[in-house]
């Protein structure tokens, strides 16, 4: 029995790269095809979308004296190359997968539209929403927080490399603690670093609950399906 019927997964572009420095490892790639087709094979909808920092930042591009708009657009194309690779994956495992993207790339992949995506949902497809907000300015947090209420998911589920919320960041402090639960509110009093404020705003008020779990440790995706408590949940 599952516990949620339809799911934005938002992954990030850096997670793609495994143990390289720089681009995309197939392991990585076929591991997270093979963690998504388990939900698919549930009867989950499933929408995804994939950051694109292990091609380009466009926050690093700035940095470096890049035009902040012309970084952005950069950065929207790196999540398309990265959605592209995971729908080709997709379909090795034969799960039939859509991509849109916020940016027209014909003919690439049809651009998003909400009674698109949610239609391909519907009839079983897995959609993979690349390109970002289509707008520059707004990180793939906010286009997963976006798209998330777009097509009305249960939950926008957020795979890292750490198994939740702590009190601080685990990997520079052993004595922080993972909280299973916290609401909204104690994030924003805590000023705990989950998502931009962009996003974490549109969650909050468009009442979309996030789960920031470890996408790396095999089974995590389904037992979160099911109802298990797995990382940590942030909800009203």
Known sequence: MRKYNRVLLKLSGESLMGDQQYGIDPMMLTRYADEIKTIVNEGVQVAIVIGGGNIFRGLQGTANGMDRVQGDYMGMLATVINSMALQQELKKTDVKTTL???????????????????????????????????????????????????????????????????????????????????????????????????AFTLCKENKLPIIVFDMNKAGNLLKIIKGENIGTLVNE
């Open 100 to 198: 849109l993207s916020g940016i027209v790339i014909d003919p690439i992949c049809s651009s998003m539209s909400r009674s698109k995506a949610i239609e391909l949902l519907e009839e079983g497809q897995v959609v993979i929403i690349s390109g970002g907000t289509g707008n520059p300015f707004f990180t793939t947090d906010s286009a997963s927080a976006l798209r998330g209420v777009e097509i009305m998911a249960d939950v926008l589920l957020k795979g890292t490399r750490v198994d939740g919320v702590y009190t601080a960041d685990p990997e520079k402090d052993p004595k922080a603690v993972k909280y299973d639960t916290i609401t909204f509110t104690e994030v924003y009093e805590k000023s705990l670093n989950i998502m931009d404020m962009t």
